[in-house]
């Protein structure tokens, strides 16, 4: 209804749609009542908005070309913000030289989906599909080079975390109730 002959697009992302909500239910039913709420309440300010959305661009776009511009152009935001989201933690790589927060195969598979999506895109020239993506592959590929750069001084800090941890332990003897001398 929004843009024409993008069935490969409507089936991965119905994929994905379906694979998402199977992870909230899942997140649902396992996490505590405080954040369950808070989840369904913004999952239900999501659905309103999408079908505010959806009621605005088929009432007043008539065209597809409008309809893809103004459903485009949203989606665009979004996936920017979806492949923006790992810059926090890359700022806690530079300052803290650990890529401890960070797991590779998460920047892996990011990177890997952005350059799929953009030769994708290339191919069919659909610059609402290239943009972010785009955006995503450089992200993903900085998300490699930190961790290619960072990997090494992490595990000498894991390492030198875990020396220091059983050498507390063993450094002190803990006193015993049950023993008079408090050894």
């Known amino acids: 209804m929004v ?9 991965i992302n119905g994929t994905g749609f379906v694979i998402e909500i199977l992870y909230l239910s899942l997140f649902l039913i396992f996490s505590d009542s405080k954040k369950r709420l808070r989840i369904v309440a913004i999952v239900v300010a999501e659905c309103i908005s999408l079908a505010v959305l959806a009621m605005l661009v088929l009432s007043f776009a008539h065209t597809t070309k409008l309809r893809s511009t103004i459903v485009g152009s949203i989606c665009m ?12 933690v890359m700022k806690l790589v530079i300052t803290t030289r650990s890529v401890e927060y960070m797991p590779f195969f998460l ?34 590929l900085v998300q490699l080079l930190l961790y290619a750069t960072f990997y090494r001084s992490t595990k000498r800090i894991v390492a030198e975390r875990k020396a220091q941890g059983e050498v507390g332990l063993a450094g002190k003897p803990v006193a015993d109730s049950n023993n008079k001398n408090g050894v």
């Open 107 to 140: 920047s892996l598979f990011s990177f890997l989906n952005g350059v799929s999506w953009t030769s994708y895109a290339l191919i069919r020239f659909d610059p609402f599909i290239a943009a972010p993506n785009g955006m995503g592959t450089v992200l993903g």
């Open 3 to 11: 843009h024409p002959h993008s069935t490969l697009v409507v089936t």
């Open 77 to 88: 935001a979004g996936n920017i913000f979806m492949y923006a989201s790992p810059l926090s």
